[in-house]
């Protein structure tokens, strides 16, 4: 590591709240499950990530020497689903260079870790935060700050003025789930303080723990992928995956986090496997693919057909929000259910230029491959294609 190396990871706990709650019950309930990350981008960038190789690797020796301060782990302790024994192991945990590594082909960035799960899944967030703003220091820092303090004015004035519009019976309500492909950590703090300073009465908190500790916000998140997806090789029948990763999600946090994701292999299929069960036991289910309005539709009737009241229950949408989207979908759905939105990159992200659109995704799990069949094409990562046509078929799931 140079001396003139800036840190892009400012503490271990700036990552998102369900890497901590997908993380403490996999190290209760699968320890020895061994693991494989990759990252990949999307799109195109404007200048090959391979170039920043050497400057991720100097980031990620400087990750890999960092610990949890104190006063860190005593706010995990503060939160009342984080057990003592994963806060005791969080105080001698490192992340291990020798889990990660980094490479490239042509252009292309590789970025994989593989080792025990409790002790690489934590890299994901870092790893795309890090390749985020080692890339946007290449560009004209002025230009994109005025430009994103300008959007997010226009934001700030939308809120306001949509104040105005006539009540429906549940509140507009909206977090920041932009950790992952923000611009830099230091906007994402000034937007997160500016969002609640101007219009707290609807944006509730963030993923972003760090910021949440700082600024006295509630932290937001429950599950991702990965936490199901997991399932997929842990030994339990293929068809009774989600069924075996919900039941722990129960039995870990007993009433805490009981928002659902539900799109590991369709909404359909999930829904399937939510009967009267889960759907009394989980307060809400969490949209990230597909058409939100088809699937929030599905969700209600869903909760009719079981005789559930579901203005008891909550539909949180977070793919690929911006405010006019969010707002469109509360004045569809607001006077029949509770909603909440996860708006990401184009809150921390939206400064005139185009963003990554990186992951880091789980491809295999104990030698198995995983997957994720996704509503939305595009969004399925795996290539093995044996296993994706075997999973399509236990799920009735349609090629996208």
């Known amino acids: 590591m140079t001396s003139t190396m800036t840190p892009v990871v400012r503490s271990l706990l700036e990552t998102d709240l369900y890497k901590f709650t997908m993380w403490q019950a996999l190290l209760h309930g699968h320890p020895n499950s061994l693991t494989e990350y990759e990252f990949v981008c999307r799109n195109t960038p404007q200048f090959p990530l391979a170039e920043l190789k050497a400057e991720v690797e100097q980031q990620l020796d400087h990750l890999c020497g960092m610990a949890f301060a104190e006063e860190e782990l005593d706010y995990l302790r503060s939160l009342r689903y984080m057990k003592s024994d994963f806060v005791d192991f969080l105080t001698v945990f490192r992340f291990q260079r020798k889990f990660i590594h980094v490479d490239t082909d042509g252009d292309t960035l590789l970025i994989r870790a593989g080792g025990p799960q409790v002790h690489v899944m934590a890299f994901e967030i870092f790893v795309l935060y890090i390749v985020n703003e080692l890339y946007f220091r290449r560009f004209d820092a002025a230009a994109a700050l005025a430009e994103g303090r300008a959007r997010l004015a226009g934001k700030i004035a939308a809120l306001k003025a949509f104040g105005a519009q006539p009540a429906r019976r549940h509140p507009f309500e909206f977090s920041d789930f932009g950790v992952r492909r923000r611009y830099s950590g230091a906007w994402h703090e000034e937007v997160v ?37 997991s399932f997929q090789a842990f030994g339990v029948r293929l068809r009774d995956f989600q069924k075996a990763a919900l039941e722990d999600w129960v039995q870990e946090y007993r009433g805490d986090l009981g928002v659902a994701l539900t799109d590991v292999v369709g909404m359909d299929a999930f829904l399937e496997d939510f009967d009267l069960y889960f759907a009394k036991l989980f307060d809400g289910l969490r949209h990230d693919s597909g058409d939100p309005v088809v699937w929030g539709e599905k969700a209600l009737a869903h909760y009719m057909a079981l005789r559930i009241d579901a203005n008891t ?73 044996t296993f994706l046509a075997y999973l399509r078929k236990v799920f009735h799931h349609p090629e996208m």
């Open 193 to 229: 303080r500016s969002l609640a300073r101007e219009v707290p009465q609807y944006f509730k908190g963030t993923s972003n723990v760090y910021l949440a500790r700082m600024l006295g916000l509630p932290p937001i998140g429950t599950m991702a992928h990965e936490y199901m997806q």
């Open 313 to 385: 229950k909550r539909l949180v949408f977070s793919d690929g929000l911006d405010l006019e989207t969010a707002f469109d979908l509360y004045r569809h759905f607001a006077d029949r259910i509770m909603v909440g939105f996860g708006i990401g990159t184009n809150l921390t992200n939206d400064v005139g230029l185009t963003p990554l659109n990186i992951v880091m995704k789980l491809v295999c799990c104990n030698g198995q491959p995983v997957a994720k069949l996704s509503d939305s094409p595009g969004k399925t990562l795996c290539k093995d294609e």
